[in-house]
T-cell receptor, first 112, second 114 residues
């Protein structure tokens, strides 16, 4: 059974800091891993998609890496801003069952 | 359409009534997913469709829940005889294909059973 965990559960940083969010998964049989953000009371917004054959993806101030063999992904946010405050979720698209399995999320607060 | 659309955005219903939640995926997306998110909780997988077929319904919480998809487009999630424990945000997502494709979510339907 695929299990996804995220560390830390919550994080509070001052504006301008660089930060790293961690995602771990137990079964490396995945097609891809996707990072999302969720604002309170809203749906999920896709941030980055990393295919299983890729090592990293970048979009603006965001960089996500994937080490499939060790079951880990990190999301790096550079020069954080108050607008980055949200819950960040990672999800793996697994071979078996063919659905996305989500982690519990990291709640990020960036203080002005 | 430009994105995944869900309706209604909010639904308040009395315990015991039936409700229908609708999802319009992005045009051309063959895969469609339903998730449930209770207050303060993570996402709970319910069901996925490949085209109009749902190969695995084991994620549905009980036999009061059913889902269908027609024309490889619109999907409806139906909850019969609603219970207070069904109160949650129901999220729909679609992707171009079942494997390897980016998933896009709608804004969800907030269901409150009173």
């Amino acid at each position: 059974k695929q299990e996804v965990t995220q560390i830390p559960a919550a994080l509070s940083v001052p504006e301008g800091e660089n930060l790293v969010l961690n995602c771990s998964f137990t079964d490396s049989a995945i097609y891809n891993l996707q990072w999302f953000r969720q604002d309170p009371g809203k749906g999920l917004t896709s941030l980055l998609l990393i295919q299983s054959s890729q090592r990293e993806q970048t979009s603006g101030r965001l960089n996500a890496s994937l080490d499939k063999s060790s079951g880990r992904s990190t999301l790096y946010i550079a020069a954080s801003q108050p607008g980055d405050s949200a819950t960040y979720l990672c999800a793996v698209n697994r071979y078996y069952g063919q659905n996305f399995v989500f982690g519990p999320g990291t709640r990020l607060s960036v203080l002005p | 359409g430009a994105g995944v659309s869900q309706s209604p955005s909010n639904k308040v219903t009395e315990k015991g009534k039936d409700v229908e939640l609708r999802c319009d995926p992005i045009s051309g997306h063959t895969a469609l997913y339903w998730y449930r998110q209770r207050l303060g909780q993570g996402l709970e997988f319910l069901i996925y469709f490949q085209g109009n077929s749902a190969p695995d319904k084991s994620g549905l919480p009980s036999d009061r829940f059913s889902a269908e998809r027609t024309g490889e487009s619109v999907s409806t999630l139906t909850i019969q005889r609603t219970q207070q424990e069904d109160s949650a945000v129901y999220l729909c997502a679609s992707s171009l294909a079942l494997t390897g494709s980016e998933a896009f979510f709608g804004q969800g339907t907030r269901l409150t059973v009173v």
